[in-house]
């Protein structure tokens, strides 16, 4: 059996430990966990799976699922993850609707417009990258900071739109569209060196 094949049958064998033992859904496993490796030996051997965000942790040993309630000194799955880990396929399509909106009501603001070439130039994938600055999250925070000192009405109706004041939250919103714009512009770049010259 191919090592893909073998990661699937420990997927499939973990969805259904942890919506057996925990009420998880399947579909959240497959979207948020992934496969770090194996630990122990003989009847002590155990796999080792983690969420990609948060780092929490489950051990599967046969077909029984274990949450590593703590790692290290940390503590992880809280109950508000593990309620996370239980939505629904419709909760789920709702949180993916919602950051969609999110991100398309960004990528049409006049503060994304306006500020879209300062923003990407942060990027080394851009093809407009300034060697030197500072990284994407620290030069949109900087930005959201400055405009705010000036009481920018651009910023002022986006914040309202978001229902948020936080710079750091507002950061990781502007930066959202960033990823689909560089992804348009390095396929128009590659596109365009396909092309034959006369």
């Known amino acids: ?43 002590d051997l155990v796999h080792v799976f983690r969420d990609a965000g948060t780092h929490s ?31 629904s396929d419709a909760e789920m ?10 991100v398309e009501f960004t990528r049409r603001s006049p503060l994304y417009l306006t500020h879209r070439a300062e923003l990407l130039s942060h990027y080394k994938t851009s093809p407009t990258y300034v060697v030197g600055g500072a990284n994407p999250r620290e030069a949109a925070k900087a930005l959201i900071e400055t405009l705010a000192a000036d009481n920018d009405a651009q910023l002022a109706s986006f914040a309202e739109h978001m229902q948020s004041n936080d710079p750091e939250h507002l950061a990781h919103l502007l930066l959202a569209p960033c990823h689909f714009d560089l992804e348009a512009l390095q396929e128009t770049v590659s596109g365009n060196a396909n092309l034959p010259t006369q």
């Open 1 to 43: 059996m191919s090592a893909a094949a073998k990661t699937n049958e420990l997927f499939d064998l973990l969805r259904a430990a942890c919506a057996r033992q925990f009420r998880f859904n399947p579909r959240r496993i497959t979207a948020s966990i992934r496969y770090v490796g194996k630990e122990g030996h003989g009847k």
């Open 57 to 87: 942790q489950i051990v599967l040993q046969g077909t029984f699922a274990t949450l590593r309630v703590t790692h290290g000194d940390k503590p992880h799955w809280s109950e508000a993850e593990q309620e996370h880990y239980r939505e």
């Open 93 to 102: 399509d709702a949180k993916i609707a919602a950051k969609q909106a999110e």
